[in-house]
């Protein structure tokens, strides 16, 4: 199988878990955070919602240089809006795959803010990364959401939530 359509394939089935937890986000708590240093959920969801455009970004580009493109979270302040843009970026994400060239994904990427170079890596290990990102991230928001007594749902197997033997 080749890279681009098992990246593809992962990003599929880990879509299916990413949307159920950003749509248990309630909308009254985009501000919300659990300790002054955390993101708030607005920042959270935002990141999650954004990171499978990162597959499309980093097919399409050498690098990311924060001093020329700086960052700034979408301004999300409802969950319908945080799925719309979890769809746009996923839609992005699966075409940048669909049409991969694999012999770019061997290709170096860097990911720098100016002279300050944060990684420089094969264009593969950036979009494993970003899929391990999106995971990570989002079971952030399932400790978020577990304190803010939202019932969580399940990722690999029921929850705590879901499970009829709790």
Do not use: C
């Not at 992962?10 to 950003?22: G, I, Y």
């Not at 501000?31 to 999650?48: A, C, E, F, V, Y």
């Not at 970026?89 to 669909?98: K, N, P, R, Y």
């Amino acid at each position: 199988m080749k890279r681009s359509s098992q990246f593809l394939k992962e990003l599929n089935k880990e879509s299916e878990v990413t949307r159920k937890m950003l749509s248990a986000v309630p909308n009254d708590k985009y501000d919300w955070k659990p300790h002054p240093k955390s993101m708030n959920i607005r920042q959270l969801t935002g990141h999650i919602a954004e990171l499978p455009s990162w597959i499309k970004l980093v097919m399409n580009t050498d690098e990311l240089d924060f001093s020329k493109e700086p960052y700034t979270s979408p301004e999300i302040n409802n969950t319908n809006e945080l799925i719309q843009l979890f769809e746009k970026h996923l839609a992005e994400g699966q075409q940048a795959l669909e049409n991969a060239d694999e012999a770019l994904l061997d290709k170096p990427w860097t990911l720098r803010d100016g002279a300050q170079i944060f990684s420089t890596e094969p264009k593969a290990d950036v979009i494993r990364m970003s899929l391990s990102q999106i995971i990570h991230h989002r079971a952030q928001l399932g400790v978020f959401l577990r304190l803010l007594n939202v019932p969580i749902p399940g990722s690999y197997g029921p929850s705590a939530d879901e499970n009829s033997f709790h």
